[in-house]
């Protein structure tokens, strides 16, 4: 298996502009987590879906952040428009089930300028 | 709410020592603690993982403790060695919240040779 595979590795943009985060996760996982990571604040959780359904958006900042998992094979976080606040590495992870490891993307570091 | 605070933010030791990284969780309902490696410019990794049915788990020079009734866990590196120098996560998983798992700050762990 390729593992969680994320596009683009690296995104730099203006503010303003509106920005898609895409993520396939591993075949045959149930779960998936969007996580944004800054050095402030650290790994914090975004949302995450369990058989294409968000469980849990609490972490989602504010109404620019949007996200969507159409399929088990795919997901997308949307911002809108993007701020510079926003610039961080954002990863996707998926895990079999909800007491499992979580497998990390390589992550896309997004810069808003 | 659920939360993960993880000590020292910062650790430095010689190689061959042994680093200690201690984690607390606020919510009895824990049951999964995983602990993550991430090497500069690159994605969290699993490195061991422990139940709340378990009190205690060891693999090689890594072994990670739990202890439930003071809600805390703790990652052991014993004979350090320079590639162990890392960022090192802790989290803690909600079986009860569909599987959300939180992140604690991440300690920088620099293994002088």
């Known amino acids: 298996d390729a593992g969680v595979i994320q596009s683009p590795r690296h995104e730099v943009t203006e503010m303003g502009q509106e920005v898609t985060l895409r993520c396939k996760p591993i075949?045959?996982?149930?779960?998936l987590f969007w996580y944004r990571q800054t050095m402030m604040r650290g790994l914090e959780l975004l949302i995450y879906?369990?058989?294409?359904?968000?469980?849990?958006d609490s972490g989602m900042p504010e109404d620019r952040f949007s996200a969507k998992m159409p399929n088990a094979s795919f997901s997308t976080l949307k911002i809108q428009p993007s701020e510079p606040r926003d610039s961080a590495v954002y990863f996707c992870?998926?895990?079999?089930?909800?007491?499992?490891?979580?497998?990390f993307g390589n992550g896309t570091r997004l810069t808003v300028t | 709410g659920e939360n993960v605070e993880q000590h020292p933010s910062t650790l430095s030791v010689q190689e061959g020592d042994s680093a200690v990284i201690k984690c607390t969780y606020s919510?009895?309902?824990?049951?999964?603690f995983p602990w993550y490696k991430q090497e500069l410019g690159k994605r969290p990794q699993l490195i061991i993982d422990?139940?709340?049915?378990?009190g205690e788990k060891k693999d090689q020079r890594i072994a990670v403790t739990l202890n439930k009734t003071a809600k805390h866990f703790s990652l052991h590196i014993t004979e350090t060695q320079p590639e162990d120098s890392a960022v090192y996560f802790c989290?803690?998983?909600?079986?009860?919240?569909?599987?959300?798992?939180?992140f604690g700050q991440g300690t920088e762990l620099s293994v002088k040779p």
């Open positions: 989290a803690a998983t909600l079986l009860n919240q569909g599987g959300k798992l939180i």
């Open positions: 919510d009895s309902a824990s049951n999964y």
């Open positions: 992870a998926s895990s079999l089930s909800a007491n499992s490891p979580l497998h």
């Open positions: 879906f369990n058989n294409n359904v968000p469980i849990d």
């Open positions: 075949s045959g996982h149930d779960y």
């Open positions: 422990i139940r709340s049915n378990v």
